[in-house]
């Protein structure tokens, strides 16, 4: 059970591109990163307005005199400071990623980016070399796959509780953008916009949480092929869909279906997933994240509660408030954080033998979701063709 204690030598002095006054994520990554006594908020380019930046970040308790106007500036600013940053989280819109996390790597530090990673997996293959070259970690922040009954399907499946999977079944859909664009805020604008979005809009911003997630608990599975059907239903969007199906075929034999939508009216947000075996199946959803549904065929349901001894030691290890109380996306993201900061500590240790079995969102986990990307819309502009996955 995690319990606050520092697991890593000393915190890591942590800034920020991005996440300000009135962007969406940015207090996510706060809450995920200052719980463990693993990072420290020392340093940020808050907001493309340099002074609505300066002024959120001296409330954050940053100095003022490292809250700067770009993320140019925070690099030259604290590669010449002796307790410069060590980490630097990335919560930008799509398009520039790229870029900054490949100015930070130049300029040797470790890099926390939001999810689609990059544009393309050439991308992503060039930042994976750089970062090996320099021996820095890129975390991404996949941030629901730190909940407990997470980690319990995995186990799960990995010990054949469930025999051998046939199906998979998932969604992540919400009804926030139901309606057009015109009164909508930029934060909703650039995701919806090719050249600030990449190809896809729902595909890549939430999609991609989903396939992630799935390769926790399924690793030993590959996609073989996919078919990708989406549709803009507000036309403005296009040719960016809004609402999207993928079914795809694994190397076993099992058969996936994914759906993900954010034109799902009147629906909070929800994500469903459920893995059928020859044995048996679980269904999770994070509207009760704390709960597993477990069907064995010929008996009883079952309901499995977080934090309960007859759970696996890989979702005990990761438990954070106990079978009493609640747990919730921020402490599904303060584990996300705390792996990415034991895996920076251990590389700057050369600890490679730590590395090799730790499991964190890295850059390898990032590459995968921007090639199922690339394939999703290989798919759909063949007019929802089959094809291998590449």
């Not at 994520?25 to 420290?40: E, F, M, Q, W």
């Not at 940053?85 to 890099?111: C, G, M, Q, R, W």
């Not at 796959?145 to 319990?152: D, K, Y």
Request: some cysteine; glycine content about 10%.
């Amino acid at each position: 059970m995690i319990n606050g204690e520092r697991t890593i030598s000393q915190p890591l002095r942590w800034g920020m591109v991005g996440g300000g006054r009135t962007g969406q994520v940015g207090y996510k990554h706060r809450t995920g990163a200052l719980r463990d006594s693993t990072y420290r908020l020392v340093a940020g380019a808050f907001d493309l307005n340099a002074a609505r930046g300066r002024d959120f970040g001296i409330n954050l308790g940053v100095s003022e005199d490292r809250c700067y106007a770009t993320y140019q500036e925070l690099i030259c600013g604290e590669r010449s400071r002796e307790d410069g940053v060590d980490v630097v989280s990335v919560a930008t819109p799509n398009f520039t990623h790229y870029e900054i996390t490949k100015a930070l790597l130049e300029a040797n530090i470790h890099v926390i980016c939001e999810k689609p990673l990059f544009f393309s997996t050439a991308e992503c293959e060039e930042i994976a070399a750089l970062a090996e070259r320099k021996e820095l970690i890129v975390g991404v922040t996949y941030g629901f796959t730190g909940h407990p009954m997470v980690r319990q399907m995995a186990a799960m499946v990995a010990r054949g509780m469930l025999g051998e999977i046939r199906l998979v079944d998932m969604q992540y859909t919400h009804g926030f953008n139901a309606g057009d664009d015109a009164d909508a805020p930029d934060a909703v604008k650039w995701r919806t916009n090719p050249k600030t979005a990449g190809a896809t809009f729902v595909l890549g911003d939430i999609g991609t949480h989903v396939y992630y997630l799935s390769e926790i608990v399924l690793p030993h599975l590959k996609v073989e092929k996919l078919l990708c059907d989406r549709k803009a239903f507000i036309p403005s969007r296009a040719p960016l869909e809004d609402h999207a199906t993928v079914l795809m075929h694994y190397d076993n034999g099992a058969r996936g279906r994914l759906w993900v939508s954010s034109v799902n009216a009147g629906n909070m947000g929800s994500q469903r997933y459920r893995f059928i075996g020859s044995k048996a199946s679980v269904e999770w959803s994070d509207s009760h994240p704390d709960q597993l549904i477990y069907e064995v065929q010929g008996e009883p349901v079952r309901i499995m509660h977080h934090g309960m001894l007859y759970l696996e030691e890989e979702s005990l290890a990761i438990d954070r408030m106990g079978a009493l109380h609640t747990e919730g996306l921020g402490d599904s993201w303060a584990n996300i954080y705390l792996w990415i900061a034991q895996a920076i500590d251990a590389k700057a240790r050369g600890d490679e033998a730590f590395l090799k079995t730790h499991h964190y969102p890295g850059i390898k986990a990032g590459t995968d979701g921007v090639r199922w990307l690339e394939n999703c819309v290989r798919s759909a502009d063949a007019g929802a063709a089959w094809v291998d996955f590449k």
